[in-house]
């Protein structure tokens, strides 16, 4: 009986453990991703082997993670979908470890689209009234008063995911059109944190899908990056 009793305490206490464990680094790991993503997020965590052991080595076999698809950073309506690989807790003074393999999804709403726009472009956001996919053609069309019509294809570029402007009718030139979106895209591109990339991207009935990814990424410490401040 007494045999019995410590060994059910032993299990109990290890179960407790790894539930507080993996209660705790997801709190810390999702306030990480808000930091990063501006957005609320849930975290999940390989089962093998036991999280506790992954927590005591600092060696984490999977973390899974997803947005509340309000926005990526300056991104309205995106939704990030995250699986991360070989996260290792083992840092120096310049790192707080690596990430063996990063891959993400990123859904792009096209009224997603429209408010990035709208808020990050002024002068052609105030006019714009609606943007919508051509699935057949890989295009979005925004359309703005004034009889203002820009078709532009999502494309990727040595890693960056870019606009291209394909035709512009209105006030504003072709040329004026795909500066203010190389400024919009160029800002959504450079804060991407972990050397993620643009890989493919997508159009699709909904929106924009881009699959990113990242290998071998060095986690920034406190001082590069304030977010990762707490890991």
């Known amino acids: 009986m007494v045999v019995v009793i410590v060994v059910a305490l032993i299990v109990g206490g290890l179960a407790g453990a790894e539930l507080y464990a993996r209660h705790r680094a997801g709190t810390l790991l999702a306030d990480v991703t808000q930091c990063v993503v501006q957005d609320g997020a849930t975290i999940s965590f390989g089962v093998s082997p036991p999280f506790l052991w992954q927590h005591i080595t600092g060696h984490y076999t999977n973390i899974s993670v997803d947005t509340a698809g ?39 709403t096209s009224a997603g689209i429209k408010n990035t726009v709208a808020e990050n ?54 040329d004026a059109v795909q500066s203010a979106l190389d400024g919009l895209t160029k800002k959504l591109n450079d804060n991407y944190p972990l050397g993620i990339h643009a890989d493919s991207v997508e159009v699709t009935s909904t929106g924009v899908v881009g699959k990113f990814s990242s290998q071998n990424a060095s986690i920034p410490n406190g001082e590069a990056n304030s977010c990762f401040a707490s890991i």
């Open 70 to 108: 309000n926005q990526v950073q300056a991104a309205k309506g995106m939704t990030a979908d995250v699986s991360l690989s070989d996260i290792r807790l083992q840092g120096d003074a310049n790192s707080k470890g690596t990430i063996g393999s990063l891959t993400a999804t990123l859904s792009w």
């Open 121 to 174: 472009l002024p002068f052609v956001g105030d006019l714009l009234t609606d943007v919508h996919t051509d699935t057949a053609a890989g295009t979005l069309i925004l359309e703005a008063a004034g009889g203002t019509s820009i078709t532009a294809k999502p494309v990727v570029t040595n890693g960056d995911l870019n606009l291209q402007v394909l035709d512009a009718t209105g006030p504003f030139s072709k």
